[in-house]
């Protein structure tokens, strides 16, 4: 009997800590790039149930991807400058939209490996951190447009 009970809570604590976080991508698209280039764009919408950070991005088709900030910035001559810049550490929030879009943040592709052609697809993996330390892959198919 008491084999049972023990057995019965350990059941209900892995039913409750085996919750998944839902993940919702959206517009998961990739700039073609222009002919002889080996680098590209990015943009998607994401939205998770749990708070997750963005530990890694992979892909067999480009040698790096990374997340991006897009400012202007005053040049020298009071001109405005593009400057962009590497997102350490990228935190979805709980609830709330992850947006990445042409003139603001967005994925940044490098070393791509092969021709990219407008029409196609591009699998990414996302490697993404709980806030229990836990990594979860996820594997998002882009569209090449």
């Known amino acids: 009997m008491r084999n049972k009970i023990f057995l019965m809570f350990g059941l209900v604590f892995f039913l409750i800590n085996a919750k998944?976080?839902?993940?919702?991508?959206?517009s998961a698209l990739i700039q073609a790039p222009k002919p002889g280039q080996t680098v590209t764009a990015g943009f998607i919408n994401l939205k998770s149930s749990e708070q997750l950070s963005i530990k890694?991005?992979?892909?067999?088709?480009a040698g790096k991807i990374e997340i991006h900030t897009m400012k202007m910035e005053k040049g020298p001559y009071g001109d405005a400058i593009m400057k962009m810049r590497k997102i350490e550490n990228p935190i979805i929030q709980a609830n709330k939209e992850f947006i990445l879009k042409p003139g603001a943040d967005h994925l940044m592709?490098?070393?791509?490996?092969?021709e990219i052609n407008v029409g196609g697809n591009m699998k990414l993996e996302f490697t993404l951190v709980d806030k229990k330390n836990i990594e979860h892959k996820k594997e998002i198919v882009f569209v090449i447009y």
Not at 20 to 26: D, I, N, Q, R
């Open 109 to 114: 592709l490098f070393d791509l490996k092969n």
């Open 20 to 26: 998944a976080f839902e993940l919702k991508a959206e």
């Open 56 to 61: 890694n991005i992979s892909s067999n088709a």
